[in-house]
Every structure is written in structure tokens, then in C-alpha cells.
């Protein structure tokens, strides 16, 4: 494998962060925690581990990941949310990897929903692109839905592996998720001088579970696949209930 830092940012990740460097370690030769000032034991955790850990203030997901990455030992960056731990067979694929500077690689995203792994409703298939040269990648979005933007053009690879995302273990832990998320959301929204109207609170929201539930076909997903078509249609409610908030109080 050629040389790579596993880069991951956290802020009170305690719970999931032993994992996730754990399996790390075996593929990258720097694996760096950068740290917005938890309050738990993330920090300790991480070095234990064998992480190296800085700390810095928060400055949105992608002015954070930019600042992590530029602070990593080499160029190409396994960039690892802390609540993502990689699988047998995709450390395999890592350790064999010899990186093309004209590809980044793209992770099998596999997401843990209270036990249970989805399989459907959207979540998966979710490929990733997590593996990239920091030279010529960059994380673009100024609120939630960060991108890596490319300054040349390259393909993606997808490698063999599931990255397991241990998101949601309770389902209170994915309604505050949510909220967080739709207010977010929301102020990306005003800044790009976006409206709320009555079609959007309460007619997308209905579209939006009829396209989880059918057409993602998240029934298979048996009970939770419900459930997360519900709240897909309450995301997306709150998101515009509170960008007519915002508007309104501008």
C-alpha cells in the first residue's frame, strides 16, 4: 500500500472512536484525529488507540476536513467519518492498493440503524468517495452536504469491502440527527436565497415517503424501513418549516 493518512474529525465521538482507529492502524501510516474540544473522552481514546491527535475549533464539516487533511503527514488521504470502522475485506483491498493519481476510490457504505443493517430505503448501495490525493481534492459546502471537488479531472474506482457506519443506535439519536440536520439544511438554504411555500412543508414531504417507502423500497427493510420513510418525510417538513423561520425573521 502506498503511503496514506487516515484523516477522521470528531467532536465527542468517545463511543466510536476506538474502532474506527483500530482498524485504521492496519492500513495507513498516519492515522490523525483532529479534535473540535470534546468535552468526553475522545482524545484519550484516540491516542490509546494509536492516533495522533490535534485539536481545533470547529469550522464547518468542510473548512474542518480541508484544515485536517493539510495537517496529515502524505498526500493521499483515507478520509474516515469517527462512527465508520472498515471491514476485513476492505482492509484487504486497502493494503493492496497502489493508488493512480488520475483516481480517487469510492467505500462501500453500509449503515447500522438501531441493530439492524439497511439495506434498502435509500441507504445502500451508498458508495463513498473517501480515498483521494489532497493535491488535487478538497471538500466544498459551507453548511451539511459537503463535497469533494476535483481540480483535474479524474475516474473513480470503487473498491471491494463494506465500510460499516454505526450511525443511529437509539431512535431518539436519530431524531436529534434529524433536527440538527434540517436546520442546517435550512440556513443553506437562505444562503442561497431559497423560499419556503405551503407545497414544500407538506406536499415534498409526502413525496418523499411514498419514494423511500416504493420506490427505495424500503418495506424491506421491515419495520425500520417505515420508520425511516416516516422521518425522510419529517426531515424534509422541519428543513422548510424552519427555512420559513429564517426567512421570516430576515
Not at 143 to 164: D, P
Request: hydrophobic share 40%; glycine share 4%; aromatic share 12%.
Amino acid at each position: 500500500m502506498h503511503e496514506l493518512s487516515a484523516v477522521v474529525i470528531t467532536y465527542n465521538e468517545a463511543e466510536n472512536i476506538e474502532a474506527c482507529v483500530s482498524a485504521l492502524c492496519r492500513v495507513a501510516q498516519e492515522v490523525l484525529v483532529v479534535d473540535s474540544q470534546s468535552t468526553d473522552q475522545t482524545q484519550e481514546i484516540a491516542r490509546k488507540a494509536g492516533a495522533k491527535v490535534l485539536e481545533t475549533d470547529w469550522q464547518g464539516y468542510s473548512k474542518t476536513k480541508n484544515f485536517a487533511n493539510q495537517q496529515a503527514r502524505f498526500d493521499w488521504i483515507l478520509s474516515i467519518d469517527a462512527d465508520e470502522v472498515l471491514s476485513e475485506e476492505l482492509i484487504l483491498s486497502l493494503l493492496n492498493l497502489e493508488p493512480d493519481p488520475k483516481k480517487v476510490y469510492a467505500l462501500d457504505r453500509l449503515t447500522n440503524y438501531c441493530g439492524q443493517w439497511i439495506r434498502h430505503s435509500g441507504w445502500y448501495p451508498e458508495w463513498k468517495i473517501r480515498l483521494f490525493n489532497r493535491k488535487i481534492s478538497h471538500w466544498e459546502g459551507a453548511f451539511v452536504h459537503e463535497k469533494l471537488q476535483h481540480q483535474k479531472a479524474v475516474t473513480t474506482e470503487r473498491l471491494r469491502g463494506k465500510l460499516f457506519h454505526y450511525s443511529y443506535k437509539t431512535s431518539e439519536d436519530h431524531l436529534q440527527r434529524i433536527r440538527k440536520y434540517a436546520r442546517l439544511s435550512a440556513m443553506e438554504l437562505q444562503a442561497k436565497g431559497k423560499k419556503s411555500n405551503f407545497l414544500k412543508r407538506w406536499i415534498s414531504p409526502s413525496i418523499r415517503f411514498l419514494k423511500t417507502f416504493l420506490f427505495k423500497k424500503a418495506f424491506l427493510d421491515g419495520k425500520n424501513g417505515w420508520i425511516i420513510s416516516k422521518r425522510n418525510a419529517y426531515l424534509v417538513h422541519l428543513k422548510y418549516t424552519i427555512l420559513s423561520d429564517l426567512n421570516r425573521k430576515q
